[in-house]
């Protein structure tokens, strides 16, 4: 989440009345986050999220995730519920961008990576890409590693990257050689960090804004990534942990040779696409003025380092 997009005075009125919250709900910017202008809604006893999708927008496939989102409720995978507004609309346009409310979701953050919280969360993608299998969502704008590339590739990357250049462009270079594209296909959440999940009465997802149809792995890999090697355990442990999310993922779903194959290219391929859609917050996107939270590429370096173990 982010704020790329302030709210006027009259637009805050606007989602007030069309939406029914009092007059003195409160909007409150949301900092964290890399896409989209989110804002915390507190009205009376209730709160919300109000979120402003930033871009070039497919309305149509934007659509599609709150159809989506709906249907996840109903099959028992807890995540935002979005309002309909008194035109009997699930959206709304502000400045020509497309607006959404969501049911704000309870819980804590994930703070600590244990085993429980690595089956729950194995256990709840195993399901979620049971039920997205032969569903579709196309991004024009998404977090994909060409789709990042094409964009910090415009600038002097030898000059901003100095002696990480090498590195990074080595295993780009790797990576790009590889084929994913015959790998089983549905809708994966694409962002399911530690901090896109509450743990309350149940785990819940939130922030589907970059969900899209792509292998099922690559959400695997980000689980991998950003709640296990980055945190830096010991060898043994990343190991057990690592083994622990697959099994509580594969007693949903079955991953098949050819995913189990390419899984630790994957997790290589999403490490890359991180560390470019950083690179390119900070040196090509101008974000000045812009209440976002800003991260720096250099963190996610050790994840580039070659791995001489196979996952599988």
């Given at each position: 989440?982010?704020?790329?997009?302030?709210?006027?005075?009259?637009?805050?009125?606007d989602?007030?009345?069309?939406?029914?919250?009092?007059?003195?709900?409160d909007?409150?910017?949301?900092?964290e986050?890399?896409?989209n202008t989110?804002?915390?809604?507190?009205d009376r006893d209730?709160?919300?999220?109000?979120?402003l999708?930033?871009?070039?927008?497919?309305?149509?496939?934007?659509l599609k995730?709150?159809?989506?989102?709906?249907?996840?409720?109903?099959?028992d995978?807890s995540?935002?519920?979005?309002?309909?507004?008194?035109?009997?609309?699930?959206h709304?346009?502000?400045?020509?961008?497309?607006?959404?409310?969501?049911?704000?979701?309870?819980?804590?953050k994930?703070?600590?990576?244990?085993?429980e919280?690595?089956?729950?969360?194995?256990?709840?993608?195993?399901?979620?890409?049971n039920?997205?299998?032969?569903?579709?969502?196309?991004r024009?704008?998404?977090?994909?590693?060409?789709?990042f590339?094409?964009?910090i590739?415009?600038?002097?990357?030898?000059?901003?990257?100095?002696?990480?250049?090498?590195?990074?462009?080595?295993?780009?270079?790797?990576?790009?050689?590889?084929?994913?594209s015959?790998?089983?296909?549905?809708?994966?959440?694409?962002d399911?960090?530690?901090?896109?999940?509450?743990?309350?009465?149940?785990?819940?997802?939130?922030?589907?804004?970059d969900?899209?149809n792509?292998?099922?792995?690559?959400?695997?890999a980000?689980?991998?990534?950003?709640?296990?090697?980055?945190?830096?355990?010991?060898k043994?442990?990343?190991?057990?942990?690592i083994?622990i999310?697959?099994?509580a993922?594969?007693g949903?779903?079955?991953?098949?040779?050819?995913e189990?194959?390419?899984?630790k290219?994957?997790?290589?391929?999403?490490?890359?696409?991180?560390?470019?859609?950083?690179?390119?917050?900070?040196y090509?996107?101008?974000?000045?003025g812009?209440?976002?939270?800003?991260?720096?590429?250099?963190?996610?370096?050790?994840?580039?380092?070659?791995?001489?173990?196979?996952?599988?």
């Open positions: 989440m982010a704020v790329y997009t302030n709210l006027t005075n009259e637009h805050k009125e989602i007030r009345t069309l939406y029914n919250l009092g007059k003195d709900a909007f409150i910017e949301i900092p986050g890399i896409l989110n804002y915390l809604i507190k209730k709160k919300y999220v109000f979120r999708l930033e871009g070039r927008r497919n309305i149509d496939e934007e995730e709150l159809e989506f989102l709906n249907f996840l409720n109903k099959n995978i995540c935002p519920r979005v309002s309909v507004n008194n035109l009997g609309k699930n709304i346009f502000i400045q020509e961008k497309m607006g959404c409310l969501f049911d704000f979701i309870h819980g804590k994930v703070n600590k990576i244990d085993s919280v690595l089956r729950k969360i194995g256990s709840t993608l195993g399901r979620l890409h039920l997205s299998q032969g569903r579709s969502i196309e024009t704008r998404k977090i994909d590693l060409d789709f590339y094409d964009k590739s415009k600038i002097d990357l030898k000059t901003v990257l100095k002696k990480d250049h090498d590195l990074i462009m080595e295993r780009y270079k790797e990576i790009k050689e590889v084929d994913f015959s790998l089983p296909k549905g809708i994966v959440h694409n399911i960090f530690p901090d896109n999940v509450f743990m309350g009465e149940k785990l819940s997802l939130i922030d589907f804004n969900c899209m792509a292998p099922f792995i690559i959400d695997l980000i689980v991998i990534n950003f709640w296990i090697k980055i945190k830096e355990f010991s043994d442990k990343e190991k057990k942990f083994k999310f697959l099994e993922y594969e949903e779903r079955k991953l098949l040779p050819e189990k194959k390419l899984l290219k994957m997790v290589l391929k999403m490490a890359l696409t991180f560390i470019f859609l950083r690179i390119n917050k900070s090509v996107e101008d974000n000045r812009k209440n976002m939270e800003v991260k720096t590429y250099k963190e996610l370096l050790f994840l580039l380092e070659e791995e001489t173990d196979e996952i599988y």
